[in-house]
């Protein structure tokens, strides 16, 4: 076990809607990362926070947006659904914001559009 | 920035050893290196900074040849617990103040009795 919390574990949901992905990061990470994966694909990044600031931003579209709370909790919300949203998304935690960090990742969401 | 794995897969029977590459065009500041079974979390291996470092884990190791931008990590006696697939994630030297990884496309591993 990971440490890090996604809700939900399945998402079932029609094109055009909008959905709301929330990730509790370990106890005391305070830099949480989304990433997309879809089928039988590798990583893609989307964004990080650290402390509640946006830190990075990868390939995510404009349709998404994250934000990190003041409990660090983090969500990621998809709007406009399109059939190509459909993957499996991950977040990710690590102490602290560089690059000699672990990442440690949640059991993800998978999002179905249809 | 998505840094290139090889082989995209491979089959091994138990005992044998495998070595997977991962390259980048661009200069290193770190590699890490994560398994993820299918239908589960990636899972942390290990981390290599700049600097020309190896390291192991049990019967798996890595190197990180900065000056190449390439890293690659070594199976020894597989065993039908690494199957799995193999990411690597580069740290690139032009993003400095984040940790955000690119991750190659993986590395598929299986080992069969």
């Known amino acids: 076990d990971s440490g890090v919390t996604q809700t939900p574990k399945h998402l079932i949901t029609a094109t055009g809607q909008r959905v709301t992905l929330r990730c509790s990061p370990r106890s005391g990470d305070l830099s949480v990362y989304w990433y997309q994966q879809s089928l039988d694909q590798g990583l893609q990044f989307l964004i990080q926070y650290y402390n509640g600031e946006e830190r990075a931003k990868g390939n995510i579209l404009e349709r998404f947006s994250a934000q990190q709370f003041p409990d660090l909790h983090s969500e990621l919300n998809l709007s406009s659904l399109e059939l190509g949203d459909s993957a499996l998304y991950f977040c990710?935690?690590?102490?602290?914001?560089?690059?000699?960090?672990?990442?440690?990742f949640g059991n993800g969401t998978r999002l179905t559009v249809t | 920035q998505q840094p290139v794995q090889s082989p995209q897969a491979v089959i091994l029977r138990e005992g044998e050893d495998a070595v997977i590459n991962c390259s980048s065009s661009k200069a290193l500041y770190s590699v890490h290196w994560y398994r993820q079974k299918h239908g589960e979390a990636p899972v942390f291996l290990m981390i290599?900074?700049?600097?020309?470092e190896q390291k192991g884990h049990d019967k798996i190791s890595a190197s990180f040849n900065e000056k190449k931008q390439q890293s690659s990590l070594y199976l020894t006696a597989s065993q039908l617990s690494y199957s799995g697939t193999y990411f690597c994630g580069t740290h690139n030297s032009d993003q400095t103040g984040a940790n955000n990884l690119f991750f190659g496309t993986g590395t598929r591993l299986t080992v069969i009795p």
């Open positions: 990710a935690s690590s102490a602290g914001r560089f690059y000699n960090s672990p990442l440690h």
């Open positions: 290599l900074l700049k600097g020309g």
